[in-house]
């Protein structure tokens, strides 16, 4: 079974940065893609960072240069570090899984999630 769940969100001032975690179950781990997807009431959800099994990482435009994706594989452990923050940066943020590859992730059909964490950047 699939269970993924976020911590670290939080209220930060623009400019600062925040580590979100996501807990994966054994079974997820390494066998699916894996990422973050953000989403702001009344707008579609957006992914903004993936890994696949191998490690290959993707992100979006918008993030690209100020985020971070990780793994760390003692703690069957997904991370996203977040710099230079930006009050539309504000959203909940969610882990998901799934697919062998990561173009089919990007469609963010068919994915497991986790329940979100908030973050919100003021200026």
């Known amino acids: 079974q699939v269970q993924l769940v976020e911590s670290g969100g939080g209220s930060v001032q623009a400019g600062g940065s925040l580590r979100l975690s996501c807990a994966a179950s054994?079974?997820?781990?390494?066998?699916?893609?894996m990422g973050w997807f953000r989403q702001v009431p009344g707008k579609a959800r957006e992914g903004i960072a993936a890994?696949?099994?191998?490690?290959?990482?993707d992100y979006a435009d918008s993030v690209k240069g100020r985020f971070t994706i990780s793994i760390d594989d003692a703690k069957n452990t997904l991370y996203l570090e977040l710099n230079s923050l930006k009050p539309e940066d504000t959203a909940m943020y969610y882990c998901?899984?799934?697919?062998?590859?990561?173009?089919?992730?990007?469609?963010?059909?068919?994915?497991?999630w986790g329940q979100g964490t908030q973050v919100t950047v003021y200026s």
């Open positions: 998901a899984a799934g697919h062998r590859d990561l173009r089919s992730w990007w469609e963010g059909m068919g994915l497991y």
């Open positions: 890994v696949d099994e191998i490690g290959t990482t």
């Open positions: 054994r079974y997820a781990y390494r066998r699916y893609c």
